[in-house]
Protein backbone atom coordinates (compact mmCIF):
# COMPACT_ATOMS: atom_id res chain seq x y z
CA UNK A 1 0.00 0.00 0.00
CA UNK A 2 0.96 3.31 -0.80
CA UNK A 3 0.41 7.08 1.33
CA UNK A 4 1.70 10.10 1.72
CA UNK A 5 3.15 10.84 5.06
CA UNK A 6 3.58 14.68 6.02
CA UNK A 7 6.65 15.30 7.94
CA UNK A 8 6.14 18.79 8.70
CA UNK A 9 3.67 21.31 7.24
CA UNK A 10 3.87 21.25 3.72
CA UNK A 11 6.20 18.29 3.28
CA UNK A 12 5.06 14.90 2.49
CA UNK A 13 7.05 11.67 2.13
CA UNK A 14 6.15 8.57 -0.37
CA UNK A 15 5.68 5.63 1.67
CA UNK A 16 5.09 1.77 0.72
CA UNK A 17 4.01 -0.23 3.44
CA UNK A 18 4.41 -4.21 1.72
CA UNK A 19 2.60 -6.67 4.18
CA UNK A 20 4.45 -10.49 4.68
CA UNK A 21 4.04 -13.38 2.15
CA UNK A 22 2.36 -15.14 4.78
CA UNK A 23 0.75 -14.32 8.94
CA UNK A 24 3.83 -13.57 10.78
CA UNK A 25 3.92 -12.07 14.44
CA UNK A 26 7.47 -10.44 13.94
CA UNK A 27 8.44 -6.69 13.94
CA UNK A 28 8.30 -5.34 10.91
CA UNK A 29 11.07 -4.11 9.09
CA UNK A 30 11.89 -0.32 8.03
CA UNK A 31 14.80 0.05 5.25
CA UNK A 32 16.17 3.41 5.23
CA UNK A 33 18.57 4.89 1.69
CA UNK A 34 21.28 6.65 1.84
CA UNK A 35 22.23 10.40 0.73
CA UNK A 36 19.95 11.41 -2.66
CA UNK A 37 18.62 7.88 -3.23
CA UNK A 38 14.60 7.15 -3.07
CA UNK A 39 13.19 3.79 -1.19
CA UNK A 40 12.80 2.77 -5.08
CA UNK A 41 16.50 2.06 -4.70
CA UNK A 42 15.96 -0.95 -2.34
CA UNK A 43 16.38 -4.32 -4.77
CA UNK A 44 13.21 -6.34 -5.61
CA UNK A 45 14.86 -9.31 -4.81
CA UNK A 46 16.03 -8.11 -1.24
CA UNK A 47 12.75 -6.88 -0.37
CA UNK A 48 11.10 -10.48 -1.56
CA UNK A 49 13.55 -12.06 0.83
CA UNK A 50 12.49 -10.02 4.07
CA UNK A 51 8.93 -10.45 3.16
CA UNK A 52 9.20 -14.20 4.18
CA UNK A 53 9.16 -13.07 7.35
CA UNK A 54 8.59 -9.57 7.34
CA UNK A 55 6.69 -6.74 6.83
CA UNK A 56 8.52 -4.46 4.62
CA UNK A 57 8.52 -0.10 4.61
CA UNK A 58 10.37 1.67 2.47
CA UNK A 59 9.80 5.79 1.76
CA UNK A 60 11.49 8.01 -0.10
CA UNK A 61 13.19 10.73 1.80
CA UNK A 62 12.71 14.52 1.62
CA UNK A 63 14.13 15.79 -2.08
CA UNK A 64 14.02 12.88 -3.69
CA UNK A 65 11.67 10.18 -5.85
CA UNK A 66 7.89 11.24 -4.96
CA UNK A 67 8.61 13.04 -1.92
CA UNK A 68 8.14 17.17 -1.42
CA UNK A 69 10.94 18.48 -2.83
CA UNK A 70 11.08 21.93 -0.79
CA UNK A 71 14.86 22.12 0.28
CA UNK A 72 15.20 25.36 -0.63
CA UNK A 73 12.09 26.85 0.93
CA UNK A 74 12.34 23.95 3.72
CA UNK A 75 15.93 23.60 4.76
CA UNK A 76 17.20 21.25 7.00
CA UNK A 77 19.89 19.00 8.41
CA UNK A 78 20.89 15.47 7.54
CA UNK A 79 20.05 14.81 11.08
CA UNK A 80 16.52 15.49 10.81
CA UNK A 81 15.52 12.87 8.50
CA UNK A 82 16.26 10.51 11.27
CA UNK A 83 12.86 11.85 12.75
CA UNK A 84 11.21 11.22 9.59
CA UNK A 85 11.90 7.62 10.03
CA UNK A 86 9.56 8.00 13.41
CA UNK A 87 7.56 9.96 11.85
CA UNK A 88 6.73 7.20 9.40
CA UNK A 89 6.21 4.46 11.93
CA UNK A 90 3.83 6.45 13.57
CA UNK A 91 1.47 6.87 10.30
CA UNK A 92 1.82 2.69 9.70
CA UNK A 93 1.26 2.28 12.85
CA UNK A 94 3.93 0.50 13.85
CA UNK A 95 5.76 0.86 17.66
CA UNK A 96 9.15 -1.21 17.26
CA UNK A 97 10.80 -1.99 13.75
CA UNK A 98 13.81 -3.69 12.93
CA UNK A 99 15.86 -0.51 10.92
CA UNK A 100 18.12 -1.16 7.88
CA UNK A 101 20.07 1.53 7.09
CA UNK A 102 22.50 2.04 4.15
CA UNK A 103 25.20 4.50 3.94
CA UNK A 104 23.87 7.75 4.93
CA UNK A 105 20.68 5.91 6.45
CA UNK A 106 22.71 3.76 8.26
CA UNK A 107 24.01 7.28 10.07
CA UNK A 108 19.78 7.74 10.56
CA UNK A 109 20.23 4.47 12.12
CA UNK A 110 22.61 4.90 14.81
CA UNK A 111 20.87 8.43 15.80
CA UNK A 112 17.68 6.69 16.20
CA UNK A 113 19.62 3.55 18.39
CA UNK A 114 20.86 6.74 20.16
CA UNK A 115 18.06 9.04 20.41
CA UNK A 116 14.45 6.56 19.84
CA UNK A 117 15.64 2.89 21.32
CA UNK A 118 12.61 2.42 22.58
CA UNK A 119 11.74 2.35 18.39
CA UNK A 120 14.02 -0.29 17.32
CA UNK A 121 13.60 -3.75 17.81
CA UNK A 122 16.85 -4.36 15.69
CA UNK A 123 19.62 -2.28 13.83
CA UNK A 124 21.36 -3.01 10.36
CA UNK A 125 24.20 -0.94 9.41
CA UNK A 126 25.07 -1.28 5.70
CA UNK A 127 27.87 0.59 3.63
CA UNK A 128 28.34 2.91 6.12
CA UNK A 129 30.68 4.27 8.51
CA UNK A 130 30.21 5.75 12.40
CA UNK A 131 29.43 8.88 13.43
CA UNK A 132 31.92 11.61 13.64
CA UNK A 133 34.49 9.46 12.11
CA UNK A 134 33.82 11.45 9.20
CA UNK A 135 37.35 9.77 7.01
CA UNK A 136 40.27 11.02 9.88
CA UNK A 137 42.49 8.49 10.35
CA UNK A 138 40.01 6.15 8.23
CA UNK A 139 40.61 5.41 4.09
CA UNK A 140 38.12 7.38 1.69
CA UNK A 141 37.03 7.63 -1.47
CA UNK A 142 39.31 7.82 -4.36
CA UNK A 143 40.02 10.99 -6.56
CA UNK A 144 37.92 9.36 -9.41
CA UNK A 145 34.79 9.29 -7.57
CA UNK A 146 34.76 12.30 -5.71
CA UNK A 147 35.76 14.04 -9.17
CA UNK A 148 32.68 12.22 -10.45
CA UNK A 149 30.61 13.65 -7.90
CA UNK A 150 31.19 17.12 -8.78
CA UNK A 151 29.61 16.05 -12.02
CA UNK A 152 26.14 15.55 -10.14
CA UNK A 153 24.67 19.22 -10.67
CA UNK A 154 25.36 18.62 -14.34
CA UNK A 155 22.46 18.70 -16.72
CA UNK A 156 22.22 15.94 -19.04
CA UNK A 157 19.09 14.42 -21.24
CA UNK A 158 17.74 11.08 -20.22
CA UNK A 159 20.45 8.61 -21.91
CA UNK A 160 23.41 10.89 -20.66
CA UNK A 161 21.68 10.63 -17.27
CA UNK A 162 21.67 6.64 -17.67
CA UNK A 163 25.29 6.41 -18.85
CA UNK A 164 25.90 8.59 -16.13
CA UNK A 165 24.56 6.43 -13.39
CA UNK A 166 25.19 3.17 -14.80
CA UNK A 167 28.94 4.39 -14.84
CA UNK A 168 28.87 5.67 -10.80
CA UNK A 169 27.47 2.19 -10.00
CA UNK A 170 30.09 0.80 -11.75
CA UNK A 171 32.71 2.77 -9.29
CA UNK A 172 31.00 2.10 -6.34
CA UNK A 173 30.33 -1.86 -6.83
CA UNK A 174 34.06 -2.58 -6.78
CA UNK A 175 35.86 -4.84 -9.31
CA UNK A 176 35.79 -8.17 -7.60
CA UNK A 177 31.69 -9.09 -8.48
CA UNK A 178 30.53 -9.42 -11.99
CA UNK A 179 29.07 -5.63 -12.87
CA UNK A 180 25.91 -6.24 -15.17
CA UNK A 181 25.18 -2.76 -16.29
CA UNK A 182 21.57 -3.82 -17.83
CA UNK A 183 20.94 -4.84 -14.35
CA UNK A 184 21.73 -1.28 -13.35
CA UNK A 185 19.96 0.28 -16.56
CA UNK A 186 16.82 -1.22 -15.30
CA UNK A 187 16.98 -0.53 -11.42
CA UNK A 188 17.75 3.47 -12.64
CA UNK A 189 15.15 3.70 -15.18
CA UNK A 190 12.48 2.72 -12.27
CA UNK A 191 14.07 4.79 -9.87
CA UNK A 192 13.72 8.01 -12.98
CA UNK A 193 10.53 6.62 -13.58
CA UNK A 194 9.11 6.32 -10.22
CA UNK A 195 10.42 10.08 -9.58
CA UNK A 196 8.68 11.01 -12.69
CA UNK A 197 11.92 13.41 -14.03
CA UNK A 198 15.55 12.35 -15.20
CA UNK A 199 17.59 14.86 -13.26
CA UNK A 200 19.47 13.48 -9.54
CA UNK A 201 18.37 14.61 -6.05
CA UNK A 202 21.35 16.55 -4.81
CA UNK A 203 19.60 18.33 -2.10
CA UNK A 204 21.04 15.98 0.73
CA UNK A 205 24.33 17.39 -0.62
CA UNK A 206 23.59 20.77 0.07
CA UNK A 207 21.95 19.85 3.95
CA UNK A 208 23.86 20.64 6.57
CA UNK A 209 25.63 18.11 8.37
CA UNK A 210 25.22 20.00 12.59
CA UNK A 211 24.41 16.93 14.82
CA UNK A 212 26.31 14.35 13.17
CA UNK A 213 29.09 14.36 14.83
CA UNK A 214 28.12 11.92 18.10
CA UNK A 215 30.54 9.04 17.97
CA UNK A 216 31.52 9.18 21.62
CA UNK A 217 28.07 8.15 22.53
CA UNK A 218 27.98 5.20 20.13
CA UNK A 219 29.06 3.33 23.23
CA UNK A 220 26.12 3.72 24.89
CA UNK A 221 23.72 2.10 22.16
CA UNK A 222 21.97 -1.14 23.81
CA UNK A 223 19.86 -1.86 20.66
CA UNK A 224 20.98 -5.18 19.03
CA UNK A 225 23.03 -4.57 16.04
CA UNK A 226 23.98 -5.69 12.90
CA UNK A 227 27.43 -3.88 11.53
CA UNK A 228 27.92 -5.16 7.69
CA UNK A 229 31.09 -4.99 6.34
CA UNK A 230 31.40 -4.49 2.53
CA UNK A 231 34.94 -5.19 1.36
CA UNK A 232 35.16 -3.54 -2.25
CA UNK A 233 33.44 -0.56 -0.59
CA UNK A 234 35.23 2.25 -2.32
CA UNK A 235 33.34 4.80 0.08
CA UNK A 236 33.60 3.41 3.29
CA UNK A 237 36.34 1.10 2.39
CA UNK A 238 37.89 -1.21 5.20
CA UNK A 239 38.35 -0.76 8.34
CA UNK A 240 35.28 1.68 8.31
CA UNK A 241 32.90 -1.06 9.55
CA UNK A 242 34.93 -2.41 11.78
CA UNK A 243 35.45 0.89 13.42
CA UNK A 244 32.09 1.28 13.58
CA UNK A 245 31.28 -1.67 14.99
CA UNK A 246 33.99 -0.72 17.80
CA UNK A 247 32.69 2.46 18.56
CA UNK A 248 29.57 0.37 19.30
CA UNK A 249 30.88 -2.80 21.40
CA UNK A 250 33.97 -1.13 22.86
CA UNK A 251 34.77 -4.49 24.22
CA UNK A 252 31.86 -4.32 26.88
CA UNK A 253 30.35 -7.42 28.28
CA UNK A 254 27.43 -7.42 26.93
CA UNK A 255 28.05 -5.67 23.64
CA UNK A 256 25.15 -5.62 21.33
CA UNK A 257 26.98 -5.41 18.00
CA UNK A 258 27.61 -8.04 15.55
CA UNK A 259 29.73 -7.66 12.70
CA UNK A 260 29.74 -9.99 9.42
CA UNK A 261 31.40 -9.58 5.71
CA UNK A 262 29.39 -9.96 2.34
CA UNK A 263 32.53 -11.20 0.34
CA UNK A 264 32.94 -8.97 -2.97
CA UNK A 265 29.83 -6.47 -1.83
CA UNK A 266 31.08 -3.04 -2.47
CA UNK A 267 28.70 0.38 -2.19
CA UNK A 268 25.65 -1.21 -4.35
CA UNK A 269 23.14 -3.96 -4.05
CA UNK A 270 23.73 -5.74 -6.99
CA UNK A 271 22.05 -9.27 -7.44
CA UNK A 272 24.70 -11.31 -6.73
CA UNK A 273 25.18 -10.18 -3.01
CA UNK A 274 21.36 -10.17 -1.88
CA UNK A 275 21.15 -14.12 -0.98
CA UNK A 276 24.08 -13.29 1.32
CA UNK A 277 22.61 -10.06 2.44
CA UNK A 278 19.14 -11.07 3.22
CA UNK A 279 20.20 -14.45 5.09
CA UNK A 280 22.40 -12.05 7.42
CA UNK A 281 19.65 -9.22 7.94
CA UNK A 282 16.92 -12.42 8.79
CA UNK A 283 19.77 -14.18 10.94
CA UNK A 284 20.01 -11.01 12.92
CA UNK A 285 16.19 -9.84 13.12
CA UNK A 286 15.35 -12.86 14.17
CA UNK A 287 18.17 -13.37 17.37
CA UNK A 288 16.91 -10.14 18.53
CA UNK A 289 13.74 -11.08 18.48
CA UNK A 290 14.57 -14.20 20.51
CA UNK A 291 16.87 -12.54 22.99
CA UNK A 292 13.73 -9.67 23.54
CA UNK A 293 11.33 -12.72 24.54
CA UNK A 294 14.06 -14.33 26.56
CA UNK A 295 14.72 -10.93 28.15
CA UNK A 296 10.83 -10.48 28.61
CA UNK A 297 10.43 -13.80 30.41
CA UNK A 298 13.57 -13.50 32.74
CA UNK A 299 12.52 -10.11 33.90
CA UNK A 300 12.90 -8.95 36.58
CA UNK A 301 15.58 -11.25 37.43
CA UNK A 302 19.04 -9.64 37.80
CA UNK A 303 21.81 -9.65 36.19
CA UNK A 304 20.88 -10.50 32.38
CA UNK A 305 23.26 -8.65 30.59
CA UNK A 306 21.85 -9.40 26.82
CA UNK A 307 24.25 -10.70 23.94
CA UNK A 308 27.98 -11.12 23.88
CA UNK A 309 29.60 -9.24 21.04
CA UNK A 310 30.22 -11.85 18.23
CA UNK A 311 31.35 -12.09 14.53
CA UNK A 312 30.43 -14.36 11.87
Do not use: K
Not at 9 to 14: E, N, Q
Not at 243 to 266: H, K, Q, Y
Amino acid sequence: MEREVEVEPGVTLWVEDLPAHREVRTAPVLLVMGANESGMAWPEGLLTALRERHRVIRYDHRDTGRSSRTFEEHPYAIADLAGDACTVLDACGVERAHLVGMSMGGLLVQLLALDAPERLASAALLCTTALGAGFAGLPGPPLDLLRMWQEIHDVRDEQGELAWRIEHQRRLAGSVLPFDPHEVEERERRVMAHAGRVEPATAHSLADVDGLDRGDELGSITVPTLVVESPEDPVHPPPHAYFLAERIGGGRAGSPVTLVTIDGMGHTLPTAVLEPLAAELLEHAADAEDEAAHAAAAAPAAGYGGAQPTQR
